[in-house]
């Protein structure tokens, strides 16, 4: 093995949530190394942006690339009942008049690959193709990676602070034993993309659509993108998708559940299927801590929602973001321990609890349509959430109104540390 000069930081994973974390610390002047195991661009779900990402994609410089790029506008969200009825439009711009209620259905190839070129731009060495094999561990400390690069070579790389950005195969997490399952979000998801489904006019050309099934027993999510492809993905109970059907067969349980969602039908009729099924089974989760000893969590590494809301990338955005300032900080101080380096994690994890418990309710049958109609001073929160503006405790207002059950919260109060 060799050994190269140590930098201050070593990020795992190159997409947002390590491209932001790794931009925002060199950009204070920290030596900071990145290693993706895949060569971008590549394929990633995740597509739909939702506003509040203006304001980190603004502090790093991306908004520009955006605003001259392909990416389709999306300026709104609106879901459909599983008797096919649509609600009136959730019109972001309605509810705040700033250039940031205007967002974007992104390529993730292209966005995330956008993303990591800021991170080089910004000083980040970063090497693409290369696998992380295991985070080094000195009395309870991290103390840097081994990694393997294509050739077969390993390394070790020693550093101050290593940060786990990998996604869901999370080095740490599993390595600590950290990840709780939710209880409550067995979710599976089978997805494709069509050509030439169909496309509304004007501002709503770019919404993103919910769509429930039948009995709502699931729902479909509906992304235009460029080229006029559209994402298109079932999720529903991992149960309800897989069990006690005649054929596991991916397309033939897409089929049937096109088929039991009144909404969708008509919006395929005549698109062309262009890309593959893929699956997705159980993911919902999150780490016991967001950070420890020479280690910090980001992203789907620190914990991953349900996509219901289309918040993934936002949490990638807003962790990474938190995090590089907490990183910056220590590394600054000369104290790099769990309780320097994971202050943000208790307002984060708050933040994601609210929007969780938004996605809970629509699975336990919340009607925006009908919630709004009876509380029409409500729907100022409920688009706080809907545009992902869901780290204040204003948001908490909206509980009491959704008549949720009665129980304590089955996942355990995540500590920042």
């Known amino acids: 093995m060799i050994r190269q000069a140590d930098p201050d930081v070593v990020v795992i994973g190159g997409g947002p949530a390590g491209a932001t974390t790794a931009a925002l610390i060199a950009e204070r002047g920290s030596a900071v190394v990145l290693f993706e195991r895949e060569r971008f661009p590549r394929y990633h779900i995740g597509e739909s942006l939702i506003p509040e990402t203006f304001w980190v994609l603004e502090r790093l410089g991306i908004l520009p690339h955006l605003r001259g790029g392909r990416f389709v506008e999306k300026h709104s969200v609106q879901f459909v ?51 992380v094999l295991e985070v ?36 740490i997490q599993d390595r600590l034993g950290l990840r709780r399952w939710d209880p409550d979000l067995k979710k599976a998801a089978i997805w494709t993309y069509w ?4 496309r509304e006019k004007g501002r709503d050309a770019g919404a993103t659509l919910v769509l429930q099934t039948e009995g ?9 993108l460029a080229d006029n492809v559209t994402s298109v993905g079932v999720v529903a109970d991992h149960d309800h998708l897989f069990d006690g059907r005649a054929a596991r067969d991916p397309a033939v349980i897409y089929a049937a559940e096109v088929g039991c969602c009144p909404g969708l039908v008509p919006r395929l009729a005549g698109a062309e299927r262009i890309e593959p099924f893929r699956i997705a089974k159980e993911y919902s989760y999150r780490s016991r801590q967001v950070a420890g000893d020479g280690w910090v969590l980001v992203g789907d590494a620190l914990g991953f929602l349900d996509p219901l809301y289309s918040s ?14 907490a990183i910056s900080a220590a590394l600054e101080r000369g104290d790099t321990s769990a309780a320097a380096l994971g202050p943000w994690g208790p307002r984060y994890l708050a933040g994601m609890d609210r929007m969780r418990k938004l996605v809970c309710a629509f699975y336990e049958g919340l009607n925006f349509g009908q919630l709004v109609r009876r509380h029409e001073d409500a729907k100022p929160l409920i688009t706080d959430i809907l545009i992902g503006d869901i780290f204040k405790e204003e948001i908490d207002g909206l509980w009491p109104l959704l008549a949720e059950r009665d129980e304590a919260d089955p996942l355990p109060a995540a500590t920042g540390i």
């Open 81 to 131: 009942s599983d008797q096919g009825k649509l609600s009136a439009p959730f019109y972001f711009a309605d509810y705040k008049d700033h250039e940031s209620s205007r967002t974007w259905q992104v390529n993730r190839a292209e966005f995330d690959r956008m993303m990591l070129d800021n991170a080089r731009s910004k000083g980040v060495e970063v090497h693409e193709a290369v696998r």
């Open 136 to 171: 080094l561990f000195e009395n309870g400390r991290a103390v840097g990676v081994r990694v393997a690069d294509g050739s077969g070579g390993q390394r070790i790389v020693r550093c101050r602070v290593v940060v786990d950005a990998a996604g869901q195969s999370t080095l």
């Open 195 to 198: 050509r030439g489904a169909v």
């Open 216 to 224: 709502k027993k699931g729902w479909f999510w509906y992304i235009p």
């Open 312 to 325: 993934g990338v936002l949490l990638a955005l807003k962790s990474g973001a938190l995090a590089a300032d």
